[in-house]
């Protein structure tokens, strides 16, 4: 039992982490925020991962988080903690993600640039097949119960500890590089895929590396710079690039 036990918390460590990477590289740094151009079939092999770990819709993401951006820690931020409270944030992300989402206008006014093709529209529109064939996939790998508790520790974990914490606690307790209201969280950094270096996105939203000072770590970053040494993506200019 210890031995399974073990191994479905390194199944459940590997979804998230891949979860992770695929939202922070590709949703986030590539199709929101154009820090990198990917070859496309690196595009397609995150949207497939995003698709059977989150079930995250590329056009929404982008609209809601460049909503963000607009608007940060001001009214109209779809998720501020400053404006809703810390907690209700922290602990309530996605409820806030999807009522952003259920206006109608947010999609079309932010994501209009995305473009969509047969797969998007046709598969993975339907975020909550992905998710089941995910799950399906660990069952069949742990067994039943094993694949359901590694499926539920990554749901949590991704939903209402580390993407929440990104717009809770990185907008509520840190240190600060750049003069706006979002702020650094070294060991959050750790767990997602360099997102914790909040204060350092949010000053310079297009650098592909969210690393600053030397102390700092993206953990994605040497995951980029192999793309880019393997031809399969392009960057934009990082933070001592832009500021030099």
Known sequence: MLFSLMLTLVFAAIVIQTAVFSTTIYLHRTATHKALVMHPAVEAMFKFALWMTTGLLTKEWVAVHRKHHAFTDEEGDPHSPVLEGFWRVQLGNVYYYMREVKKTDVVERYARDIKEGWLDRHVYKHGWLGLTIGTIFLCLILGLWWGLLAAGIHAVMYVFVLSSSING????????????????????????????????????????????????FDPA????????????????????????
């Open 169 to 216: 606690l990185c907008h509520h307790v840190g240190y600060r590089n750049f003069d706006n209201t979002a702020t650094n969280i070294r060991f959050l950094a750790l767990l997602t895929g360099g997102e914790g270096l909040h204060n350092n996105h949010h000053g310079y939203p297009r650098s592909p590396k969210f690393s600053w000072r030397a102390s700092e």
């Open 221 to 244: 970053w040497p995951v980029i710079k192999l793309l880019v040494a393997l031809k399969l993506a392009k960057p934009y200019k990082t933070i001592k690039e832009v500021a030099a």
